[in-house]
C-alpha cells in the first residue's frame, strides 16, 4: 500500500468529531432505552417495549462514523507518491568488454549474459526513451550517443569482444559527457537529465578514479545504477609469453560498484545468474523511465464517504423505516 501524506495536516484534528459523534451516539440510545421503560412496569417491559434488530440498528450509524472520518482525511488532502513514465527518458549503457568477461561462472559466460541482458534491455525501453551504449576494457572502445533510433546502440552491444584491462572511470565519464550534451541537461524541474547502467565484473585498473567521476555525475544530478557481475570463484587464463597460460582469479569489484551508486543517488545490485540478470535488466528498463509524481487523493475518500452515507441511509429506511 503506498504511504499517504498530507497537504493539510493540521485538518486531521478534526478527527475527534468521530469519538464525539459516537459518545452522543450512545447516550443517545441510553436515553431512548429509559424513555421506553418508563412507560411499562418491569413484569411487562418485553411486551410493551419494541424489540429491535440489536445489531441492525447500529449499522447506519456506524457507515455514517466512517464516512465522517472519511470526509475528515479528504478534506486533509491526502496525497500518494505513483510512478508515472517520464517523457523521452535518456538512459546510457555503460558495459565492461575486459578480458574477465571471459570467465564462465555466469552460463555461458559473462559477456554473453550481459549481451543478451542488455540487447533485451533495449528491446523493454519505451518508445520514446533515448538510449545510448558505451563500451570498454583498458579504454573507451565504442560510443553510441543516445537516440530514438537504437540501431547502432544495438550493433555496439552485438560487436563485443572479450579484451585488454578496466577503465570504468573513462567509461562513466564518457556516458556523463554523453547525457550532459543531451536535450534535457536544463531540465526546469529538477529532474534527473538521464542515468546511467553500469555493468562490470573487475577492478578499474587503468584510466580515470571511478569515484571522482561518480562524485561528478552526482552533482550533475545523474544516477548511476550498477550491476556487479560474477562470483569470486570467476578465473580466466592468460597466456604467459612463453606460450603457456596461467589462470587467474577475476572477482568482481562489489565496494566500488556500490559506492558509485550510493554516490549517485542509484542502486548497487549484483548477481551471477544469466537468467536473474536479465530480471535485473528488466526492472532498470522501468526504474529509469519512471519518475515519482505527487498525486492528491482527496475525491477517492470524498466518494468513498459519500457510498457510505448513502449505503447507511438506504439501509436505515429498508430496516426501520426512517433515517437514524
Do not use: C
Not at 551504449?133 to 560510443?143: C, L, M, N, P
Not at 567521476?213 to 580466466?236: H, K, M, N, Q, S
Request: proline fraction near 6%.
Amino acid at each position: 500500500m503506498p504511504e499517504i501524506e498530507f497537504a493539510a495536516p493540521e485538518l486531521l484534528a478534526l478527527l475527534a468529531l468521530v469519538p464525539l459523534a459516537a459518545l452522543v451516539y450512545l447516550a443517545a440510545q441510553q436515553a431512548r432505552a429509559a424513555r421506553e421503560s418508563a412507560f411499562a412496569a418491569p413484569a411487562t417491559l418485553p411486551s410493551a417495549v419494541p424489540r429491535r434488530p440489536r445489531w441492525r440498528r447500529h449499522l447506519a450509524p456506524l457507515a455514517y462514523a466512517v464516512a465522517l472520518t472519511a470526509l475528515v482525511v479528504a478534506l486533509a488532502r491526502p496525497e500518494v507518491t505513483v510512478a508515472v513514465s517520464k517523457e523521452s527518458a535518456t538512459v546510457v549503457l555503460v558495459t565492461d568488454q575486459s578480458r574477465s568477461m571471459e570467465a564462465a561462472d555466469v552460463a555461458p559466460d559473462r559477456l554473453t549474459a550481459a549481451r543478451e541482458s542488455a540487447l533485451a534491455f533495449l528491446d523493454r525501453l519505451p518508445a520514446d526513451a533515448r538510449a545510448g551504449v558505451v563500451t570498454y576494457d583498458d579504454a573507451v572502445r565504442r560510443v553510441e550517443a543516445p537516440g530514438a533510433d537504437r540501431a547502432a546502440a544495438t550493433d555496439a552491444l552485438r560487436s563485443l569482444t572479450a579484451q585488454g584491462g578496466t577503465a570504468t572511470g573513462d567509461a562513466l565519464e564518457t556516458a556523463l559527457g554523453l547525457i550532459e550534451a543531451g536535450p534535457e541537461r536544463q531540465a526546469a524541474d529538477g529532474a534527473a537529465p538521464g542515468a546511467i547502467v553500469l555493468l562490470s565484473d573487475g577492478i578499474a585498473r587503468h584510466g580515470r578514479d571511478p569515484l571522482e567521476v561518480a562524485r561528478e555525475a552526482r552533482d550533475a544530478g545523474v544516477p548511476v545504477y550498477t550491476i556487479a557481475l560474477g562470483t569470486d570463484a570467476g578465473t580466466v587464463e592468460v597466456a604467459r609469453p612463453n606460450g603457456t597460460t596461467r589462470t587467474i582469479a577475476v572477482p568482481p569489484d562489489r565496494d566500488t560498484l556500490a559506492e558509485i551508486a550510493r554516490l549517485t543517488g542509484g542502486r548497487s545490485l549484483e548477481t551471477a545468474d544469466a537468467d536473474e540478470l536479465a530480471a535485473i535488466y528488466d526492472e532498470l528498463a522501468t526504474t529509469v523511465t519512471t519518475e515519482d509524481e505527487r498525486r492528491e487523493v482527496s475525491s477517492a475518500f470524498a466518494g468513498g464517504a459519500a457510498l457510505l452515507l448513502l449505503l447507511g441511509g438506504l439501509g436505515s429506511l429498508r430496516w426501520f423505516g426512517r433515517l437514524p
